[in-house]
T-cell receptor
């Protein structure tokens, strides 16, 4: 999940709609994946995780989908609320590389009331 | 609740000054990390520490050093601050051990440093 550029990808949704945020990860041997949420001026916060032996995991209003064939991770947020506005980024971890983390650049989610 | 505390939320320093950024975690985590975050560049790893007294260079260590004298504390040092070190600095920690291999990072709230 890395891209180079000056601006984050942006997703704008209407309050109440579902949001889907995507991440293309880089290491096919990664064992574990995390989604973080970062609100303006704050540190990233854990949202949900998934191990590489799973393809779906659900939390409260959030679902993470993992497609190892195409190295793709997605975060689905149901009934998006204004408080969901933030930057979301994925992280991948490889245990056979000492737990090395690679972060995606992130997507900015903007929720319109 | 887990907690990673960064001593300063906002700092303004002058070019050439020595800057200390302090980070303390209360979770008895072995691993601690310093990242900087810049628009369009995402999170970049400066230094990390697997355990007390240990340190490893990350992807962008130039101009920085670190200290890990106690398990709970990881300090980032800018020996001579420069304007290109103006950034948001994020400290993180995690447990990474056998039988509990998740590797989730817990982040502090960040320290926004401006170097004039």
């Amino acid at each position: 999940g890395e891209s180079v550029g000056l601006h984050l990808p942006t997703l704008s949704v209407q309050e109440g709609d579902n949001s889907i945020i995507n991440c293309a990860y880089s290491n096919s041997a990664s064992d574990y994946f995390i989604w973080y949420k970062q609100e303006s001026g704050k540190g990233p916060q854990f949202i949900i995780d998934i191990r590489s032996n799973m393809d779906k995991r659900q939390g409260q209003r959030v679902t993470v989908l993992l497609n190892k064939t195409v190295k793709h991770l997605s975060l689905q947020i149901a009934a998006t609320q204004p408080g969901d506005s933030a930057v979301y980024f994925c992280a991948e971890i490889s245990y056979n590389q000492g737990g090395k983390l690679i972060f995606g650049q992130g997507t900015e989610l903007s929720v319109k009331p | 609740d887990v907690k990673v505390t960064q001593s300063s939320r906002y700092l303004v320093k002058r070019t050439g000054e020595k800057v200390f950024l302090e980070c303390v975690q209360d979770m008895d985590h072995e691993n601690m990390f310093w990242y900087r975050q810049d628009p369009g560049l995402g999170l970049r790893l400066i230094y990390f520490s697997y355990d007390v007294k240990m340190k490893e260079k990350g992807d962008i260590p130039e101009g920085y050093s670190v200290s890990r004298e106690k398990k709970e504390r990881f300090s980032l040092i800018l020996e001579s601050a420069s304007t290109n070190q103006t950034s948001m600095y994020l400290c993180a920690s995690r447990f990474l051990g056998q039988g509990r291999n998740t590797g989730e990072l817990f982040f502090g709230e960040g320290s926004r440093l401006t170097v004039l």
